[in-house]
């Protein structure tokens, strides 16, 4: 069971999560290209699964009863690159050569390249049945550790996902926790106008899910969430989090133009003056 949120373990995530807001800004900044809006929108939940929830151990990101976080919408990158250098995985300064060539940083996870990296993302609809397959494994070799696995709600039109959502279901594969980053934007517009996703509930629910619906930034409810996860043995779960895309920059919050541009230099000033600002509030909301 994953330990409940203390009011110090609660002031200590939202702090990083903000820092890693700051990170994801000054990253796109330096690249000059890339995503926004799902990396800010995910950073509260990044940051509960790398400081709070995941058994791992950055020293020895091979260690064979890790759990295994696929991240399936690999665009969203940034946000994982700033929690796993947070977390020890490699150095803090390396976060400015993403998108650079030769950078271990990649657009998308490249597997063969950055220790703690599971998989190589690209194909959207792809992750869930990488995540399978290893939550299979697990099975099959009696094994402890959990697969964890993000998916974006857009990728959702893609059919594969669907095809790997019944096979779970199936399977039984209660040792896997799908995280949808239920953000309502694609690239192209909402997700509603484009190809509608709802009812998603009901959808998982049909091909033999256990369903949770939380606010993707209230740590404690996702905490609460992990935990009722961890406790259903005879199917896999899925969480859909409900996030504001641009989460914590007000001029990006819910647009989706920003779903797949970088701040310029002017912008990035904002946005990185607006999250101190908000790392100040939670300094004084927990004192």
Known sequence: ???????????????????????????????????????????????????????????????????????????????RYAAMAHAGYFPFEELKTLRKINSRLQGHPHRTTLPGVETTSGPLGSGLSQAIGMALAAKLDKKNYRVYCVTSDGEHDAGNTWEAAMFAG????????????????????????IMPLEPLKDKYEAFGWHVLEVDGHNMEEFVDAINEAHAIFEKPTVIIAHTIPGKGVSFMERDYLWHGKPPNKEEAKIALEELRTLGKRIESEHQ
């Open 1 to 79: 069971m994953i330990e409940s949120l203390h009011e110090e373990k609660l002031k200590y995530l939202e702090e990083m999560a903000n820092r890693i807001r700051q990170d994801v800004i000054e990253m796109l900044l330096e690249a000059g290209s890339g995503h926004s809006a799902g990396p800010l929108g995910m950073a509260d939940i990044f940051t509960i699964l790398y400081f709070h929830v995941l058994n791992h151990d950055p020293k020895n990101p091979d260690w064979p009863e890790r759990d295994r976080l696929l991240l399936s919408n690999g665009h969203i990158c940034p946000v």
């Open 170 to 193: 199936k399977r039984r594969l209660s040792n896997l926790t799908v995280i949808m980053d239920r953000n309502n934007i694609q690239i192209d517009g909402f997700t509603e106008d």
